[in-house]
């Protein structure tokens, strides 16, 4: 799931900086009215404001460099973070058994991938941290081209993924 204000899709340093507004927003602190404004304050107070530069580094960069932008510039999701951590050693902040449950949370695993493609081969280590990651990693490739075959990276092609998300469910041992 994504965020949209102004017609900007929020990365994770913005959602971060609005967490505050939107406590306020449910306590009643912030009326419904000035809400949007309250988020766009918040997230320039932040160094962050809409239309920001968050372009991710290239190539160029080192793989912990351009991990430490997506971090602070990204699509971060739980099930990506997970990838995150464990591709660079680190405890995990939000736990292994994040692991994507629909084709948006695939997208953010997708999205991170393209960004360090050093990680991509690697993606069957996720398997040892439970049969949900275990079931996804033996189908990672074919649940991948689905995915960019139906909606392509970034939701390029379309805003529907049905059959993959059908492929990741079957992979998760789910029921359709």
Known sequence: MSIVLQGYKLNQRQLDAITPVMNDLIQGRVSQKKFEQACVDAIAAAGC???YDTTMPGADKTV????AAW???GEVGMSSRAIHDHMLGLTPR???LDYPLDPDDLNRCL?????IPEWKPRIGEMAQHGVMW?????RWDEIVQSFLSEAGLDWSASKRAPKTYLLMKQA???RP
Do not use: F, N, T
């Not at 912990?64 to 991990?67: D, I, S, T």
């Not at 275990?134 to 033996?138: F, H, K, T």
């Open 94 to 96: 939000c736990g292994y």
């Open 49 to 51: 404001p809409l239309g």
């Open 134 to 138: 275990s079931g996804l990693a033996a």
């Open 111 to 115: 999205l991170l991938l393209e960004l």
């Open 172 to 174: 998760l041992g789910q």
């Open 71 to 73: 971090m602070r510039d």
């Open 64 to 67: 912990e460099q351009r991990a």
